[in-house]
């Protein structure tokens, strides 16, 4: 199958801090999405890439589309403790989505 | 607007004892649909995808099924549950709709424990 390589596993920041994840995978996708997850919660849609290349934001939320395809990287900046949570990265192809390990994110205040 | 229905929200059930999930969505028609297990503290895993009615792709073998009666109903069952079916299931439904073609939405889950 599609594996999606997520990285890090697990953040720990002071709140304020800028925090970047990514995700790599050897397959080609024509869509990166990025979701967080509360405990106990279906995830979340935070961001969608549809074009190589493409830089979107959504509020404190940046995310990338690799130009090649296989990588994307998301980024929060000025994070706050509400951001706590696991984030997931998501490839799309042929009706079926792959998902990364998840990252998951404490902020300490 | 779209939106997912996914229960029970929690449920305890007997090893050996049967199944059965239910999700639907409303305000969309042909919705790609997906039965996803989480395991506590892990990533996602694709049990089960559906194209259309009574089409069902089945991911990992296992003691589940996968029904699509009604366009916009997707069922998880088991005919006997064994411990290992413990864990959270997630439905899910991709919008095919430009411009929001290939994002998917996800219910709020079920906590199966098995006891």
């Known amino acids: 199958g599609q594996q999606l390589n997520q990285s890090p596993q697990s953040m720990f920041i002071q709140e304020g801090e800028d925090v970047s994840m990514n995700c790599t995978s050897s397959s080609i996708f024509n869509t990166w999405l990025w979701y967080k997850q509360d405990p106990g919660e279906g995830p979340v849609l935070l961001i969608a890439?549809?074009?190589?290349?493409e830089l979107t934001s959504n509020g404190r939320l940046t995310a990338q589309f690799g130009i090649t395809r296989k990588d994307s990287f998301l980024n929060i900046s000025a994070s706050i403790p509400s951001d706590v949570g696991i984030y997931f990265c998501a490839g799309y192809n042929f009706n079926k989505f792959y998902f990364g390990s998840g990252t998951k994110l404490n902020v300490k205040p | 607007s779209q939106t997912i229905h996914q229960w029970p929200a929690t449920l305890v059930q007997p090893v050996g004892s049967p199944l059965s999930l239910e999700c639907t969505v409303e305000g969309t028609s042909n919705p790609n649909l997906y039965w996803y297990r989480q395991a506590a503290g892990r990533g996602l895993q694709l049990l089960f995808y559906s194209v259309g009615i009574g089409q069902i792709s089945s991911e990992v073998p296992q003691n589940l099924s996968a029904s699509r009666p009604q366009d916009r109903q997707f069922i998880l069952s088991s005919k006997k549950l064994l411990l290992s079916d413990s864990g959270f299931y997630l439905c899910?439904?991709?919008?095919?709709?430009?411009?929001?073609?290939?994002?998917?939405?996800f219910g709020a889950g079920t906590r199966l424990s098995v006891l």
């Open positions: 890439l549809y074009k190589a290349g």
């Open positions: 899910a439904w991709r919008d095919r709709r430009y411009p929001s073609e290939n994002i998917q939405y």
